[in-house]
């Protein structure tokens, strides 16, 4: 049982106050969707919480099952079991997925990252590209170099499956991909909630949600919480926008 809680963070970056009191929090099985407008913090929070270098906490916490991550290097954030796909996936020349994924089950097992990796891991590898429309040639290709940009959203998402870790943040998962990759991010975001993951999912688009139901929606705007509800306050942000909320107040 995981909990991941975010309690009043405000977050500056670059000198600028990003994140202006932010709360929420997820717990095993379920997930949680954060929208909003382009440039309202979404992806802020997302680095904040893996432990980027730029993002200054001047105030909150960050619990990882009660306990305060601030203090944590990013390594030992994902040897915790927090995981971040990121919105726009760098590429990583001379890197391969299965050489990294064998990198990180060894770091998990106090092994030297370069040791040879279980035999099963391959295995465990091409069906989890499999599972989001991936051939096995990715596995071995250089991560990132030269993919297309819905290549790069469903190797994040392959990792995900991969590394099986506690609390998994996607940022934009859905962004760029074709129809068919949509759904599959959906149903594989639905099997990591019933295997007890705890998610939170950025999104513009409640095209996602049509396949997997979001157990809870925060809206942020302007680095603050604006709303949440439940899945149809993300329906609602598809068919008006962002308008209503300031109608109503926010
Ligand atoms: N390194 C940086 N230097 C300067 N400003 C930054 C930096 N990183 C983020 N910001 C600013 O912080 C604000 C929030 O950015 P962020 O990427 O978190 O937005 P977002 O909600 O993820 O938007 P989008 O939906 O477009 O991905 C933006 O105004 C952005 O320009
Ligand atoms: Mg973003």
């Known amino acids: 049982m995981a909990t991941l809680e975010v309690r009043d963070l405000v977050v500056s970056v670059e000198g600028r106050q990003v994140l202006k009191g932010v709360s929420l929090r997820v717990s095993s099985g379920e997930v949680h969707a954060l929208m909003g407008p382009n440039g309202s913090g979404k992806s802020t929070l997302a680095y904040t919480i893996a432990g980027r270098p730029g993002y200054t906490v001047e105030s909150g916490v960050i619990l990882l099952n009660g306990e305060n991550i601030l203090e944590l290097e990013p390594e030992e954030r994902a040897l ?18 299965l050489s990294l994924v064998n990198a990180v089950y060894n770091k998990k097992k106090g092994l030297p990252i370069t040791s040879q990796g279980d035999p099963l891991l391959y295995k465990k590898v091409i069906q989890a590209l499999q599972e989001v429309g991936l051939t096995p040639v990715y596995a071995t290709r250089e991560l990132n170099v030269g993919f297309s940009g819905g290549e790069k959203k469903r190797v994040e998402v392959a990792q995900a499956l991969i590394l099986e870790p506690e609390v998994i943040v996607l940022d934009e998962p859905d962004s760029g991909l074709d129809a068919d990759g949509v759904r599959k991010v959906a149903e594989i ?11 939170l999912v950025i999104t513009h688009y409640a095209r996602l949600f049509r396949f997997v139901e979001p157990d809870v929606v925060t809206v942020l705007s302007g680095g603050k919480v604006v709303a949440r509800g439940g899945a149809e306050l993300a329906r609602r942000i598809e068919s008006e926008g962002y308008k209503f909320l300031n109608e109503s107040g926010g």
Do not use: H, T
């Not at 915790?80 to 997925?97: H, M, N, S, Y």
């Not at 975001?189 to 998610?199: F, T, V, W």
């Open 189 to 199: 975001i639905d099997k990591l909630r019933k295997n007890g993951k705890a998610l």
């Open 80 to 97: 915790k079991g927090i995981f971040l796909g990121f919105q726009e996936p760098p590429p990583l020349p001379g890197v391969r997925l």
